[in-house]
């Protein structure tokens, strides 16, 4: 099969419902206050800033397709960063957000206080395999995402993509890419907070994806760059 001549992943703008969780994580809270379904949660206004600064990085050669979430904070990123530019735009629910099930709008301490059996549970399946009841596993992620990729690569050979989704498949993407182990997907996670509005590439070889850029936020101004330590985001070529 021919490969992709770029392939470019763009987490979405900062949202409501990540400055709600930042809040709870920070104040010791156990649960998330968010009103919407996560299908629904918005774009803050930061966000839409975020989104159009990521339009800018694209004008100058943009993709042959942009394939989006189905998620509103991920379209909303993507109609910002492509009006105008005539890129076609699919969109797909297999790049929805990971399903946590029983876990959701719980905050990380909300879950050992709340549902310590789960916690315990996850403890010792590690992250990769752990499916909390009524959601996914980063396993169960990965299935939809492979099926994703290898249709893109079959529809658009010599192609440039560029998918707008979430924080995981960011990490998730690099998995497939560059065939990491589940030691190093975990510990690229441990590492490593994915920032909103964020592109990591990928450039087609004769061997396959070969990394461009990681976690890159050089199009954004630090401003723009809220909930994220420096040393968290890898802004090099990798």
């Given at each position: 099969?021919?490969e992709?001549?770029?392939?470019?992943?763009?987490?979405?703008?900062?949202?409501?419902?990540?400055?709600?969780?930042?809040?709870?994580e920070?104040?010791?809270?156990?649960?998330?206050?968010?009103?919407?379904?996560?299908?629904?949660?918005?774009?803050?206004?930061?966000g839409?800033?975020q989104?159009?600064?990521?339009?800018?990085?694209?004008?100058?050669?943009?993709?042959?397709?942009?394939?989006?979430?189905?998620?509103?904070?991920?379209?909303?990123?993507?109609?910002?960063?492509?009006?105008?530019?005539?890129?076609?735009?699919?969109?797909?629910?297999?790049?929805?957000?990971?399903?946590l099930?029983?876990?959701?709008?719980?905050?990380?301490?909300?879950?050992?206080?709340?549902?310590?059996?789960?916690?315990?549970?996850?403890?010792?399946?590690?992250?990769?395999?752990?499916?909390?009841?009524?959601?996914?596993?980063?396993a169960?992620?990965?299935?939809?995402?492979?099926?994703?990729?290898?249709?893109?690569?079959?529809?658009?050979?010599?192609?440039?993509?560029?998918?707008f989704?979430?924080?995981a498949?960011?990490?998730?993407?690099?998995?497939?890419?560059e065939?990491?182990?589940?030691?190093?997907?975990?510990?690229?996670?441990?590492?490593?907070?994915?920032?909103n509005?964020?592109?990591?590439?990928?450039?087609?070889?004769?061997?396959?994806?070969?990394p461009?850029?990681?976690?890159?936020?050089?199009?954004?101004?630090?401003?723009?760059?809220?909930?994220?330590?420096?040393?968290?985001?890898?802004?090099?070529?990798?």
């Open positions: 099969m021919e992709l001549h770029w392939l470019a992943v763009v987490r979405h703008g900062l949202s409501t419902g990540n400055v709600t969780a930042q809040e709870a920070e104040s010791g809270a156990e649960s998330i206050d968010i009103p919407e379904r996560d299908a629904d949660v918005p774009l803050a206004p930061l839409s800033e989104a159009e600064a990521v339009g800018r990085l694209l004008r100058d050669d943009p993709p042959d397709l942009a394939v989006v979430s189905p998620y509103l904070r991920t379209r909303q990123t993507a109609e910002l960063a492509l009006a105008g530019s005539g890129v076609p735009m699919v969109v797909d629910e297999r790049l929805r957000d990971r399903e099930g029983v876990l959701d709008l719980l905050t990380a301490r909300g879950v050992r206080a709340r549902l310590p059996d789960e916690a315990r549970r996850r403890d010792r399946l590690g992250k990769f395999y752990y499916r909390p009841p009524g959601g996914e596993s980063w169960d992620v990965l299935l939809r995402l492979r099926a994703v990729l290898r249709e893109i690569r079959q529809d658009h050979p010599r192609g440039r993509v560029v998918l989704a979430h924080e498949t960011v990490l998730m993407v690099r998995y497939l890419a065939g990491l182990s589940e030691g190093e997907l975990m510990e690229l996670a441990h590492r490593t907070t994915v920032a509005c964020s592109i990591s590439s990928w450039r087609g070889t004769a061997a396959g994806l070969e461009e850029l990681f976690n890159s936020v050089a199009h954004l101004k630090q401003e723009d760059v809220p909930h994220t330590r420096q040393e968290d985001v890898n802004a090099e070529p990798v």
